[in-house]
């Protein structure tokens, strides 16, 4: 395997083994370190969007009505 294929499988790895645990402590940092962040940019969002790794989905629920969203993670775990 290459070096890119190593590290891309390592980080698929790490991301897979984080999934079960991403959306409680996603909500943390949240409070406390942005506070209303997430809402403010997909809020302002319109026409096609892509959102790169886009986790569990957090975002999917802040988005306009009439976006067409595109997501894409690199862990299968994260998109289950």
Do not use: I, Q
């Not at 999934?19 to 302002?44: H, K, N, Q």
């Not at 790794?53 to 998109?79: A, H, I, K």
């Amino acid at each position: 395997m290459t070096s890119e294929k190593t590290e891309t499988a390592k980080a698929r790895r790490v991301w897979d083994t984080f999934a079960p645990r991403y959306d409680r402590t996603m909500r943390f940092f949240e409070r406390v370190l942005l506070s209303g962040g997430r809402e403010w940019v997909c809020s302002r969002a319109h026409g096609d969007v892509l959102e790169v790794g886009v986790g569990t989905g957090l975002n999917f629920p802040l988005y306009p009505s009439g976006v067409r969203l595109t997501g894409v993670d690199l862990s299968p775990e994260m998109l289950a």
